[in-house]
């Protein structure tokens, strides 16, 4: 297992460099380091001698290969620097940003789990009846909604009409709960129906299987059956989905984050974008991508806990 | 002569598109499926809804000029573009809404208007064609090329399969909607863009699906005669293993489509949508979160846009449900 | 079981705790002497030498005051007033020689700081504690500002007048290509500092300059510590170190700003005087306290105007902006305050900004540039095809004024009389249609090829609002039969098309650095087009003469007698459409003390007063929550799956009894 992970771990390096290769292309070949330049010069209008010396002071003065070595050598060390608009370190402001950011998406990514594992099970325990064709039926319905109206439509609905939660903010510490609701309500939604779809069908497939059969022959009662025999064998399904899931996590927490003006790693990238800070987007497509590669060997791990036959080599 | 062209691409679309029904019809598995799909009533329900919009669509695409200085004009245009109000009314009202002094509309609206005093139900139909384009060119773009590479590296293995691999890999690993982000920065913003952007991120889940077939059927006893018999590795590719990945990949499309119109929704909010003049569902949507914070609320321009998306992306998760149960009833739980 | 009873009690807890109260804030602070606001983009840098933006200097303007600031309550002829300075600048005449150029009519300015000023505690001095300002830390401001680190946005404003500076910058930019640091030690002749009197500095300048007074009542020219640039370095920016009313407390970006009272403010009282009229609104009530008036301000990040709008509406934000948005919730029709607003205890305040908008066109473009009668023509139709009412209606609820020149009201010159003959809106176009005849484009058909003529407008507006904009703006153009092609695109990609010259007509405005017709008049001077600050890069030189003489007068007939013949040359040239002199509306609850909006003061955060106790009342008055359809919707669920438990008993049973009835025997 051990050499297994190494190895994983190993074959990143190349796909990282993939990565850095592309964002230079991206961002460097066919942005000129100027239009940074002028975007983020505060003057309303800049001489040439102001564009010349903001890019001697962010060091965007070399030609390209000197800067595509540059690009690559900082990346693969991880040292980021320093953002384009504000001069500030861009690590400081990822290390900020994480708390927020964990927050949301770890609630978010737990409570889906939980929520769509009790609608799916609710639907299976009840299957053929129509409390069944109810939950699938919504569950086709919530997948149709278009992400931002849910977004939008929630927070006038919890936030505004029932004046249940904080527009809007963030603090941190234990009062962080009560802005991370709302957003993480709105999460779990946009994802349920088609979770709970999914989930259910991994669950009536195991159902069908000759051990619930025979389980059921013995007497097992039928919620033994559901809640300790098929869960514990739909549990690989349901884990691959779930960890296959997390970049749309990502998505999720970019509208989510930079909507509800929560101070994430989400909102920073999305403002950073808009401001065409160069050096904080190629540093979070990069973070990014870490985070990515890491939920991939994440899952290969979960497969094997969940499951004694699979043995990683 | 340009709207000749541009005429001609869309009945050309429409033409490719009965004629591989027809031809997949009197194959047997297509045959077999289509008979049970017939038999599903919702499906056909969903069909017919999607050949509703299909039909919207087309219309739009049909385009000519009344003369040399005006504006080419759509059948759309030409049946439903009504006068432009100076601003926003409510439906079937017959002043504006929005302005310190309201003026009298020049006539009434089912829907009401927008803030730029376009008729909403007009709108509505012509953000038809868009979704359909970007749900139907990203396809195209993605379906071909993912098909190729999938199915080369499937089949040739090694090298190729390494190169493929290692692309598809690193694409995958930047996440999704940052990629398209920064494309959509360097691609500039218009229709065409957005297609290619969302093509070139949305292949990788096929191209994998199609490898993984690929590499099943190499190993089929069929294939291994085929080879033994000469047959040229292009040929055993086209005629031998495509038509036993197509079923798979008719559904992983008809599912995907749904995907790409919701996620143009989602680029106008990060305001990478299409630009003004061109109808959008994302843009209206995008426009009805300052019509909600306003008081009383502007909700006919959120409504008909989500209204127009939810069924079209019903219809499609139906039918692809309902398709997938066709063509594999095994599948079918 | 026990743990199991006491996980659950404590998870509802917290939902208790989360889900009881939508306040924003922590508990008990909306209680306090405390003033809130938003900000819908972070503030990205707070240094006095390179802030420019106007959320960074309403912040930075109460860390970092000047010489001068401006009297807030005289909105009617603006006003300055002393802030760090003892008394009025002295400016004399000062002729000097130059080698090779021969003499220079100069200008020497003296300066008089107060003598009690101490910079605010930080970890920067010595010990934490602020030491006392002298003149040398208003020069270092400016050396500062000739640093390219810094990258300072209104160098030019002091490089071309004050004596030496242009060198100086030139100098550091030679320093920075070597890597090596600015040159802040090697005297120059512009900056001097009196040998005796640690309290005065002197600013030569090479020409005649009346605007240098309200260039030090910004915050680039206000007193900068070096301990604080040594101390802090490259992160400087995140650490403004000034004297204050208030001193910057907590910045987590994106979150919040908060500020609190610096002890060691100077001593300054809320004004006695203001316009005629002000006793009357109260506005004097607080008249001889000891500024600032509220004890903290908390500036919270919210990028979206709609939950900004919400949050005000509970209670939750002290001020903010009637919008196209809001204001039919706001106003009635006849433009009176909405009973739903008064019932809140909001009440309405109007004011004027300094701010122009206007479309320019790209006079070096060979369609709608050029000198000729004929392009004059067209642009003229053009300019009285828009009918800047209806923008007004539209996007500004019918608040602000169809502008007729360059100049806004509050400025010396602004002529409310003056009408523009082309910018007069007639509703059936006959001049504009007749003019564009002349131009060669009857009914906006090019006469020698019979094509339609097509007029490029490049924009960032990307935004809903801004595609409602872009409509209105195509209906008005092509009433003339004139094809209007938007190209809406990224605020980068349209910069630079500006700067690539590449566009037709744009739309930009203006906002004022500092309440002087100059700052207005410089946007057409030839030499400065760009990238100086003359967009349509209009270039008349009998304009540019004129121009040069009024720009070193002091207001009076004489300089209005220029301004109106430029007025005039202008008009005709047409190279600016005139839309709109922005006027703001602004709602504030009445718990707040009474309060006047400023054209151009960055310094009224200090004069807000605040009445916390009736606002924490009201805040839980307007914030009960309500939660019975949560509940109803959990009572729903259960309540339906009932029937479908027996279902599934049922069938359960049937099954085992069907297949096995000893088993279920055996296992009982």
């Known amino acids: 297992m051990l050499r297994y992970l190494l190895r994983r771990v190993l074959y990143a390096v190349p796909v990282l460099l993939g990565v850095s290769l592309a964002t230079f292309i991206l961002f460097y070949g066919i942005f000129p380091p100027e239009q940074i330049a002028r975007r983020n010069l505060s003057a309303k209008n800049p001489t040439s001698q102001q564009i010349q010396e903001w890019l001697v002071a962010h060091d965007y003065n070399h030609p390209l290969p000197q800067q595509f070595k540059k690009h690559m050598t900082e990346l693969m060390l991880l040292r980021f620097g320093r953002s384009d608009s504000t001069g500030e370190e861009i690590w400081t402001r990822i290390k900020t940003g994480a708390g927020p950011s964990t927050i949301i998406a770890g609630l978010v990514f737990t409570a889906s789990l939980a929520t769509r594992l009790f609608f799916a099970l609710w639907s299976a325990y009840f299957r053929a009846t129509y409390v069944d064709t109810w939950i699938t039926l919504v569950s086709v319905f919530l997948m149709s909604v278009v992400y931002i109206v849910l977004v939008i439509a929630g927070q006038y609905l919890m936030g505004k009409v029932l004046r249940l939660f904080p527009l809007a903010g963030y603090q941190s510490g234990w009062t962080a709960f009560r802005f991370a609701v709302l957003p993480v309500i709105i999460g779990v939604i946009s994802g349920l129906g088609g979770g709970t779809r999914l989930f259910r069908t991994f669950m009536l497939e195991e159902m069908n299987q000759d051990y619930v059969r025979t389980a059921r022959a013995k007497g097992v009662p039928e919620s033994r059956i559901l809640f300790v025999h098929v869960l514990k064998n739909a549990a690989i399904p349901i884990i691959t989905s779930t960890v296959l899931a997390i970049p749309a996590l990502m998505l999720g927490s970019l509208v989510l984050e930079s909507f509800f003006g929560i101070p994430g790693l989400g909102s920073y990238t999305v403002d950073a974008i808009n401001a065409q800070d160069f050096a904080v987007v190629r540093a979070m497509v990069f973070l990014g991508t870490l985070l990515y590669i890491a939920g991939a060997i994440l899952t290969d791990v979960c497969y094997a806990l969940a499951d004694p036959r699979i043995r990683l080599e | ?333 | 079981m026990f743990s199991r009873r006491r996980f659950w009690s404590g998870l509802a807890f917290l939902f208790l705790l989360g889900g009881c109260g939508n306040s924003p804030y922590p508990t008990g602070l909306t209680r306090e002497s405390v003033y809130f606001m938003s900000q819908q983009d972070d503030p990205r840098k707070l240094d006095p030498a390179s802030s420019y933006r106007a959320n960074e200097g309403q912040i930075l303007d109460v860390i970092c005051p000047s010489y001068y600031e401006y009297q807030p309550l005289k909105t009617k002829k603006i006003q300055l007033q002393l802030m760090l300075g003892e008394r009025e600048a002295e400016r004399e005449s000062y002729p000097y020689t130059v080698a090779g150029k021969g003499k220079v009519q100069g200008e020497r300015w003296t300066f008089h700081i107060r003598h009690d000023l101490r910079f605010q505690d930080d970890p920067c001095f010595p010990g934490g504690k602020g030491r006392a300002i002298t003149a040398k830390d208003f020069l270092y401001a400016f050396r500062r500002m000739a640093d390219p680190a810094n990258a300072s946005p209104v160098v030019t404003f002091f490089s071309d007048k004050v004596v030496g500076f242009s060198d100086l910058v030139e100098r550091n930019a030679k320093l920075q290509k070597a890597d090596k640091g600015a040159d802040y030690v090697t005297p120059i002749k512009g900056l001097q500092l009196d040998a005796t009197d640690p309290y005065t500095f002197r600013i030569v300048l090479n020409q005649p300059f009346p605007q240098l007074r309200y260039l030090m009542a910004m915050h680039f020219t206000s007193p900068m510590p070096f301990e604080a640039v040594t101390f802090y370095g490259k992160e400087i920016n995140q650490h403004p170190v000034g004297c204050g009313p208030y001193v910057l407390q907590e910045w987590t970006p994106k979150r919040r700003i908060a500020l609190a009272v610096n002890p060691n403010r100077p001593t300054e009282f809320y004004p006695s005087e203001g316009d005629p009229g002000d006793k009357e609104k109260g506005l004097l009530r607080d008249a001889g306290k000891r500024l600032p008036l509220a004890d903290k301000v908390v500036i919270t990040n919210i990028p979206e105007s709609t939950t900004g709008w919400n949050l005000f509406l509970q209670g939750y934000m002290d001020a903010w902006g009637v919008t196209q948005t809001n204001f039919q919730q706001v106003m009635t029709q006849q433009g009176a305050l909405s009973p739903e607003m008064k019932e809140h205890d909001i009440r309405l305040v109007k004011s004027n900004d300094l701010w122009v908008t206007y479309f320019a066109f790209n006079m070096s473009d060979p369609v709608v540039g050029g000198y000729t009668p004929q392009k004059r023509k067209l642009r003229q139709a053009i300019s009285l095809a828009l009918n800047s009412q209806e923008f007004i209606e539209l996007f500004s609820m019918g608040n602000g004024l169809a502008a007729q020149s360059i100049i806004p009201p509050g400025i010396y010159g602004y002529d409310p009389k003056y009408h523009n003959p082309y910018r007069t809106f007639d509703p059936k176009l006959a001049k504009a249609k007749q003019l564009l005849k002349e131009a060669g484009y009857p009914n906006g058909i090019d006469a020698k090829t019979g094509d339609r003529l097509t007029i490029y407008y490049d924009n960032a507006k990307i935004e809903a609002a801004g595609r409602q904009y872009i409509g209105l703006i195509s209906r008005q153009i092509e009433a003339l039969g004139i094809h209007l092609e938007s190209r809406a695109q990224r605020d980068v990609v349209w910069q630079n098309k500006i700067e690539g010259n590449d566009w037709q007509l744009v739309d930009y405005g203006w906002i004022a650095d500092y309440p002087d017709a100059e700052n207005f008049l410089f946007l057409l001077y030839g030499p400065n087009k760009r990238p100086g600050p003359n967009l349509s890069g209009y270039n008349n030189p009998a304009y540019n003469r004129l121009f040069e003489r009024m720009r070193a007068m002091n207001d009076g007939p004489e300089r209005l007698a220029l301004m109106h013949q430029m007025r005039q040359m202008v008009q005709e040239d047409c190279p600016l459409i005139y839309l709109q002199e922005v006027q703001r509306m602004s709602l504030y609850y009445n718990w707040l003390g009474a309060n006047k909006p400023h054209p151009i003061a960055n310094t009224l955060l200090k004069y807000r007063a605040v009445n916390g106790e009736q606002r924490a009342q009201l805040q839980t008055k307007w914030n009960r929550p309500v939660v019975w359809p949560i509940l109803m919707f959990g009572v729903v669920l259960v309540l339906g799956s009932l029937p479908a438990v027996q279902v599934v008993k049922h069938r359960h049973n049937r099954r085992v009894t069907d297949r096995n009835p000893s088993q279920q025997e055996v296992s009982a």
Not at chain 2, 197 to 212: D, F, K, M, N
Not at chain 2, 288 to 303: C, F, G, H, M, Y
Request: with cysteine; hydrophobic share 50%.
């Open chain 2, 1 to 333: 002569m340009l709207d000749w062209l541009s005429n001609l691409f869309p009945v050309l679309v429409v033409v490719v598109g009965f004629w591989s029904v027809r031809r997949a019809l009197r194959q047997p598995l297509w045959a077999e499926a289509w008979r049970r799909l017939k038999a599903n009533r919702l499906a056909l329900i969903a069909l017919s809804v999607i050949g509703v919009y299909a039909l919207v669509g087309f219309c739009d695409s049909i385009a000519w000029r009344n003369d040399k200085n005006a504006n080419s004009l759509s059948l759309i245009d030409r049946a439903f573009s009504r006068p432009a109000e100076p601003t926003y009314s409510a439906p079937l009202a017959n002043k504006t809404f929005g302005e310190p002094t309201p003026r009298a509309l020049q006539g009434r609206h089912l829907l009401g208007t927008d803030g730029t005093g376009q008729d909403v139900v007009y709108l509505t139909l012509k953000g038809c064609r868009t979704a359909l384009i970007i749900g139907g060119f990203t396809l195209l773009i993605a379906t071909p090329l993912a098909l190729l590479l999938g199915m080369l590296a499937g089949y040739f293995g090694k090298r190729v399969d390494d190169a493929v691999q290692y692309t598809y890999t690193v694409l995958d690993s930047i996440p999704n909607i940052l990629l398209l982000i920064a494309m959509l920065l360097v691609l500039g913003r218009g229709l065409p863009q957005l297609c290619v952007a969302l093509g070139i991120t949305s292949w990788v889940g096929l191209c994998r699906l199609a490898r993984g077939e690929t590499l099943k059927h190499r190993e089929r006893e069929y294939v291994r005669a085929a080879r033994a018999l000469g047959i040229s590795h292009g040929r055993i590719l086209m005629h031998h293993i495509l038509p036993n990945l197509l079923p798979i990949i008719v559904i992983s499309v008809t599912l995907g489509f749904s995907g790409l119109v919701l996620s143009e929704a989602i680029l106008s909010y990060l305001q990478l949508g299409v630009a003004a003049g061109t109808g959008s569902w994302g843009n209206m949507i995008d426009a009805s979160r300052l019509e909600l914070a306003r008081d009383p609320v502007i909700w006919w321009n959120l409504a008909a846009a989500s209204a127009a998306l939810f069924i079209l992306v019903l219809a499609f998760n139906l039918f692809g449900d309902a398709l997938r149960d066709a063509i594999d009833p095994r599948l079918n739980s």
